[in-house]
């Protein structure tokens, strides 16, 4: 076997692999001989079949894997004698070959660019800090108390419109048959709360205290009871009660009601809650600090392919209505169907998503280099504890989430790369010269202008919505049991839109 490189530009390389028609023989009669202690055909006893026979119906395929594994091993000695880094998996193709005469092949790859190591010691990097603050927790429980206000009784004989609460008994049939979960009594429903079927809520506007009427609907095409989807149905209610809801108050009362011993367990949670999604926000905004302070270290060479990769991701991120790919008018076959992320961005834009595409590149191969470097490893320990965060993200489905991980090593593979990254920033963070930096809320949630780059792709949630999430999650857990009770009845199960 002779290797001989042909060319060393940038970060490409590429070598010649010959390799002689008699190494290949040599290949191929060592496994026909093998096969003939072993093989079983018809007429001919085990280990005593002719190497003709052999041959003939062998011969191609032993052929065929001897040029595989010659090649293979072609490829790994180029790599290990030139000791290269690959930046990309290798490619190899054959250039010549003809029966009995030597294989000729290419090797082309990327190599690792050499990179300076910052001296971390000298990192100047703040991170943000923010404690909730009492108008947020203000905001919040004003958002909880107007979407736990008490209801009333509707006294007077008035029409229900949207925001009433009424009190149902109703039955669902198809084609005059009632079906199952369609039915139930005293059910408590929200008109304008979109909690049933489209159609469903809209055909009880009107309807008065003691009325029964036909409501008239049909099952979403994508409803998840596959035996109900898209099928017209009659809903018969009759409204028990009318109530309205009454004045909103944040008091003990409204800590109880949901759960917690007084208001100020109530507010204790929410500025809990709070603070948990600043965490998130803040780790977002100090790796980005880090990020940005790696950036100004000395730039290097990103290999090509990767390079190519992430603009498409960042283009497309900018671009999400361009096409999958593009049909160029040219004979050369790499331009047909050349993706086209960036169709019908302008050079701004363009350039926009080339100085983000090379900026991720590059810091993706710093952080690879420091941890390298610096021994810093994803343990077994780290993936499974990853794999448990994940679950738990799916109340009900942990068992099923973690069958997938057990038996998809890619996917626990797309885990350790986070979890190695947030180890090497860690690392950073205790090396460099880190100083505490006071934010506000408007601040840290700010989408960075688009002259930043990295807004563009990948912006971060609004302040008004951030408020509300917490809002929600603090008393999610613990729901005063009425309500929680009458969202989980059967006939919900049938009526309820599909989210």
């Given at each position: 076997m002779k290797i001989s490189e042909t060319k060393a530009e940038g970060l490409i390389r590429e070598y010649a692999i010959v390799?002689?028609?008699?190494?290949?023989?040599?290949?191929?009669?060592?496994?026909?001989?093998?096969?003939?202690?072993?093989?079983?055909?018809?007429?001919?006893?085990?280990?005593?079949?002719?190497?003709?026979?052999?041959?003939?119906?062998?011969?191609?395929q032993v052929q065929g894997e001897a040029m595989k594994n010659a090649l293979d091993e072609g490829a790994r000695e180029a790599i290990e004698t030139n000791e290269l880094?690959?930046?990309?998996?290798?490619?190899?193709?054959?250039?010549?070959?003809?029966?009995g005469k030597d294989l000729e092949a290419a090797l082309s790859c990327e190599i690792m660019p050499s990179i300076t190591m910052p001296d971390l010691a000298k990192l100047d990097i703040e991170r943000p800090t923010l404690e909730a603050g009492d108008e947020e927790v203000d905001e919040a429980l004003t958002n909880i108390a107007d979407s736990n206000r008490p209801t009333v009784e509707v006294t007077d004989k008035r029409a229900a419109k949207a925001g009433d609460v009424v009190m149902i008994?109703?039955?669902?049939?198809?084609?005059?048959?009632?079906?199952?979960?369609?039915?139930?009594?005293?059910?408590?429903?929200?008109?304008?709360?979109?909690?049933?079927?489209?159609?469903?809520?809209?055909?009880?506007?009107?309807?008065?205290?003691?009325?029964?009427?036909?409501?008239?609907?049909?099952f979403p095409d994508e409803y998840q009871a596959a035996h109900l989807a898209g099928k017209p149905a009659v809903f018969e209610v009759t409204v028990q009660e009318l109530r309205e809801k009454g004045e909103a108050a944040i008091d003990d009362q409204l800590g109880q009601n949901?759960?917690?011993?007084?208001?100020?367990?109530?507010?204790?949670?929410?500025?809990?809650?709070?603070?948990?999604?600043?965490?998130?926000?803040?780790?977002?905004?100090?790796?980005?600090?880090v990020l940005d302070a790696l950036a100004t270290g000395e730039e290097f060479d990103v290999p090509p392919s990767l390079y190519a990769s992430e603009y498409e991701n960042v283009a497309r991120a900018m671009n999400p209505d361009a096409p999958a790919a593009h049909d160029h008018d040219h004979d050369d076959d790499q331009d047909h169907e050349h993706p086209a992320a960036d169709e019908g961005m302008d050079d701004d834009a363009k350039a926009e998503a080339k100085t983000v595409a090379e900026r991720?590149?590059?810091?993706?191969?710093l952080l690879t280099e420091i941890g390298r470097v610096n021994n810093i490893?994803?343990?077994?320990?780290?993936?499974?504890?990853?794999?448990?965060?994940?679950?738990?993200?799916?109340?009900?489905?942990?068992?099923?989430?973690?069958?997938?991980?057990?038996?998809?090593?890619?996917?626990?593979?797309?885990?350790a790369g986070p979890i190695f990254e947030d180890k090497t920033v860690d690392f950073i963070l205790e090396m460099a010269n880190v100083t505490e930096v006071q934010t506000d809320v408007e601040t840290l949630y700010a989408a960075p202008e688009a002259g930043e780059g990295e807004a563009a792709a990948k912006k971060k949630p609004a302040k008004k919505a951030a408020k509300k999430a917490a809002a929600k999650s603090a008393t999610a857990k613990k729901a005063a049991p009425k309500k929680a009770a009458a969202k989980k009845g059967a006939a919900k199960k049938a009526a309820k839109k599909k989210s």
């Open positions: 390799i002689s028609a008699a190494e290949i023989d040599e290949q191929v009669a060592a496994k026909l001989a093998e096969l003939a202690t072993t093989v079983n055909m018809p007429g001919f006893r085990p280990g005593k079949v002719p190497m003709s026979v052999v041959k003939s119906r062998f011969g191609p880094r690959l930046a990309s998996q290798p490619s190899v193709e054959i250039t010549s070959y003809e029966d008994d109703f039955i669902g049939r198809i084609d005059g048959e009632a079906f199952e979960g369609g039915a139930a009594e005293g059910h408590s429903l929200e008109l304008g709360s979109n909690s049933f079927i489209p159609g469903f809520e809209e055909g009880l506007i009107g309807a008065e205290a003691g009325e029964t009427r036909d409501v008239n609907v049909s949901l759960g917690f011993e007084d208001l100020a367990g109530l507010r204790e949670a929410v500025a809990g809650q709070i603070n948990g999604q600043h965490a998130t926000a803040l780790r977002q905004a100090l790796k980005k600090n991720r590149v590059r810091l993706g191969l490893e994803v343990t077994d320990e780290d993936t499974r504890q990853a794999v448990f965060e994940e679950a738990r993200r799916y109340p009900g489905q942990e068992q099923m989430v973690l069958e997938y991980f057990q038996k998809n090593e890619q996917a626990m593979q797309q885990l």
